[in-house]
């Protein structure tokens, strides 16, 4: 899978496709379908997803992002999938710039 880096995705560099976004530590940029703060939990190791610029966003180790794209959940108790997903470079851009460009 092809990846962007943070400074390719801040510099409007990358292509504002699906391609995950890697930190320089190897993190890589996630997001939760909904905005508002969301505490999940892979390997007892806690993620706080925080909402910046109307996106749901935290930074995942790479050994936890399967454990992260397997979660489910929904509303009045539904249990679907996919409501995590990569951070494309646009997601990560406006989250880390509060929402501008």
């Not at 706080?48 to 399967?66: K, L, P, S």
């Not at 409501?83 to 509060?98: E, K």
């Amino acid at each position: 899978m092809e990846t962007v880096t943070v400074k390719q995705a801040l510099d409007c560099e990358a292509p504002d496709t699906a391609s995950p976004v890697v930190a320089e530590s190897g993190n890589l940029a996630m997001k939760y379908y909904q905005p508002g703060r969301v505490i999940t939990r892979c390997n007892q190791f806690d993620y706080y997803f925080t909402t910046r610029a109307n996106i749901c966003m935290d930074w995942i180790q790479e050994q936890h992002v399967g454990c992260i794209l397997n979660k489910r959940g929904g509303c009045c108790g539904q249990k679907r999938p996919g409501i995590f997903t990569y951070a494309n470079a646009s997601d990560v851009r406006r989250w880390t710039n509060g929402g501008g460009r």
